[in-house]
């Protein structure tokens, strides 16, 4: 191998890159690719992953759920000894909590 000087660069040369008669498209100015057409489930879970703010008695509704699931939560902690099976119930309390809430907040 040459060292660096022996090394041969070339130029830029537009019109031997371009075949079709255009200038190329500078990276910077190519459009944006068409986006593909969604099915049912996009449409359904995009809107689930947005921030949606909870309006009028949505907000009234959310905090009644939420003091009747500490009620229960108070009860599950109160009666049951702290085990794994006493976490995995606490846990699956709360996911249903958060698809209640859920619900509320994404009706239609």
């Known amino acids: ?9 070339e130029e830029y040369d537009a019109s ?3 075949e079709l008669g255009t200038e190329p498209t500078p990276p910077s100015e190519k459009p ?3 986006p593909k057409r969604h099915d049912e ?4 879970f995009e809107r689930s992953f947005t921030n ?3 309006e009028g008695d949505q907000i009234e509704r959310i905090e009644l759920l ?4 500490k ?3 108070n009860t599950i902690c109160m009666i049951s000894d702290r085990t794994p099976n006493r976490t995995i119930a606490l846990r699956k309390l709360e996911e249903s909590l958060m698809y209640a809430v859920k619900n509320i907040v994404l009706e239609a």
């Open 1 to 9: 191998m040459g060292s660096r000087d022996e090394i041969e660069t």
């Open 16 to 18: 031997r890159l371009d």
């Open 32 to 34: 944006e690719p068409e």
């Open 41 to 44: 489930d996009f449409i359904q």
């Open 52 to 54: 949606i703010k909870p």
């Open 66 to 69: 939420r003091e009747e699931y």
């Open 71 to 73: 009620a229960l939560l």
